[in-house]
């Protein structure tokens, strides 16, 4: 049975958010099951939305919109506040500085108004969700740069679908906090040297989490890799560009990559978010 179109998807947010999601979705007689990744290529996400023109960390409408086009069906945004509290996708205020020509942390009049690069738009957690809701076979990581707990509240307030977001954590208390929300699969992430492993194997264990991030230095000397990959644990590796790094790292046992990449070769290796919900069960 071939990919459910995705342009005829009509699944509305109150159905994904209903308890008959399973049974009423397209889900639920899409051929899902944990072997459905595509084997032809690991699984990519879009980072910071996505390269556009060459440029990458816009965290703009624009890039995403490209990404989409693309073939992209996960996505990653920088999240923090702008200095009236407004949740805005950006990652650091120097990168949005040079973006911009702008200074100092804008409220979020300046943010919204100003182009990045004098050619793309800016997003704030309204434009997000709304595009969210035209794109219903999108899954979205917030990777929370500031605030993480207030913001992680925020974000689930005006949501109707914590399915489709995926929250990347790093302590015990911001799993447990993430579950609490309703996040049903958080991402555990890894700095350089931090957690280390034997933290990383108990979190696992005791939270059952199913995806664990490095950074590409780290997954360099991981020795952890087999202990993950025999309990079903997808390794998710960041900033990964090319088609060549992306075999080399494959090879190394990586399951799915943060990119900026214009060069996917087959997708992603998720090509419906019903085979992404169905590889987390």
Known sequence: MPPVALKQL???FALFASPSFARESPCASYPVSGQAVIQSSASLI??????IDSKTYTNSLDALNLSYQRGFRVFELDLRRTSDGTIVAV??????????????TPDHREFMSLLLWQKYQALDLTAITVWMEDHPDALMIADIKEDR?????????????????????????????ALDLGFPEPILMTDWNWPDHSTIKELVESYQIRWVGFPWPRFLVNRLQPWL?????????????????????????ADIFYTEATDIEAGPGYRHVCEWLGARE
């Open 46 to 51: 879009a980072h910071a939305a996505g390269e």
């Open 91 to 104: 990652h650091d205020w120097a990168g949005w500085h040079r973006m911009t020509g702008a200074k100092g």
């Open 229 to 253: 990959a025999e309990r079903g644990v997808k390794t998710l590796v960041h900033t990964v560009s090319s088609s060549k790094a992306r075999q080399y790292w494959r090879s190394r046992g």
């Open 149 to 177: 707990g207030n913001i992680l509240n925020e974000i689930r307030a005006a949501i109707l679908t914590p399915e489709r977001w995926i929250p990347e954590v790093y302590t015990k208390e911001e799993i447990e906090h």
């Open 10 to 12: 009509t699944l509305s």
